[in-house]
């Protein structure tokens, strides 16, 4: 028999087009809702980016306390926090409150990039040289979670015992070799940055060492899924997703459809392309068929998804035809 692929999904809370923000947040309780319902998710992760209106996941800590308030067995977790732009201590202290309240649901994943442009990082009050510092806060930031603090006389409270399971993400092979060094789980960012995807992991497996936490490497890799009943949907939404990318991530300003379509055909799509190099889309069959071969390709125990349909009804579908294949 074979064995299930074990299957979990990011979320960013994307707003649509011309959506209430509460609209889109309230999009991501009932998406988890689904996947809980299913029974076939291991966990709903949603990810810190800073000023940029499609994104409302910015505020990550608060965005999981009501997903967990709104569900009742999955885990519901950080794809992550960029722990550069806070303090361990905050940090410890916002998912030791989420741990005490969710006891066994709640999962910490760490990022080392800022998750926002150099303007933003300047609003963050961040220190542009603060993520060489990451490995320190790493560890800081274990202590508070932990049974003894590294800081004598400072104590995360809530925090302190919860032990809350600690995930390095990265998409290059700094994360592999720092989560391989501390002996936690690694979860890659395939889904936009796939270049170094195999390196990575085959580097974190060579060097891992166990830890309390972990007694063997753990892999999470990422890609994207869009699934509907009818391949020629799921092709067509696709082509709405690379634009919405292209728009994103490589328009100066605001275009026209004709104009859209010239960058799509240009080099800012053929890179919006290779990012989304790893996207399964069709029926159910066909991308659960792309999700194991994914998963053998990346070497991964589990693969966390990014289910990019372009509307509610649309993703809630997408979960089921994927439980069902």
Known sequence: MTTPLRLSILDLALVGKDQPVREALLDSVTLAQKA?????????????????????????????????????????????????????????????????????????????????????VRALRRDPSAADTFPDDVRELQGYLGDESLFPGVTATPGKGTHVPLYILGSSLYGAQLAAAFGLPYAFASHFAPDALQVAVATYRERFVPSQQLAEPYVIAACNTIVADDPADADAMYGQVLRERVRRFFARGPLTDEQLEEVVAGPGGDQARSMMRHTGVGDGPRVAAFLRDFAGFADADEVMLTNVATTKEARHRALDLLADA
């Open 36 to 120: 809980e319902s299913l029974d076939r998710f291991e966990r709903i992760w949603f990810a810190e980016h800073h000023n940029m209106p499609q994104i409302a996941s910015a505020a990550t800590s608060v965005l999981i306390a009501h997903v967990a308030a709104s569900t009742e067995r999955i885990r519901v977790g950080s794809g992550g926090v960029m722990l550069p732009n806070h303090a361990p201590l905050v940090i410890a202290e916002q998912f030791g409150t989420l741990a005490e309240l969710h006891p066994g649901r709640i999962d910490l994943g760490l990022g080392r990039a800022p998750g926002t442009d150099q303007r933003t």
